[in-house]
């Protein structure tokens, strides 16, 4: 069965860092387009940042910009987001996604555009 299951969530202070990870099966993995999305209590889903499948696109929300960084590792099959600066309205269940679709521009921000989610990793930043 095909699987995304993240790792890397936790309690951190305002200005810490984490580093989430989200790993797949091979044949999940490529050529995908892959993203992680957040959901904080109460709110709907919102997009966080994404990547092509060779790694040489990103895109990222407005409010995570500078701040996060998403990277991936095809050998082996796993992508990253690198969470710095972090600050307690990040505080939410983040998820990743793989996308369907191929204008990367147009399939990422939406998560009707992806096909498969992890269960989510919690993320708290206290102030």
């Known amino acids: 069965q095909v699987q995304l299951v993240e790792s890397g969530g936790g309690l951190v202070h305002a200005g810490g860092s984490l580093r989430l990870s989200c790993v797949s099966s091979r044949r999940s993995f490529n050529p995908w387009v892959f993203g992680w999305f957040r959901q904080a209590p109460g709110k709907e889903r919102e997009f966080v940042a994404a990547?092509?499948?060779?790694?040489?696109?990103?895109h990222y929300a407005d409010s995570v910009r500078c701040r996060f960084t998403i990277s991936r590792d095809n050998a082996k099959n796993t992508m990253y987001l690198q969470m710095n600066s972090l600050k307690p309205e990040d505080t939410a269940v983040y998820y990743c996604?793989?996308?369907?679709?191929?204008?990367?521009?147009?399939?990422?921000?939406?998560?009707?555009?992806?096909?498969?989610w992890g269960q989510g990793t919690q993320v708290t930043v206290s102030s």
């Open positions: 996604g793989r996308a369907n679709g191929e204008d990367f521009y147009r399939i990422i921000l939406t998560p009707d555009n992806y096909d498969l």
């Open positions: 990547i092509s499948a060779r790694g040489d696109t990103t």
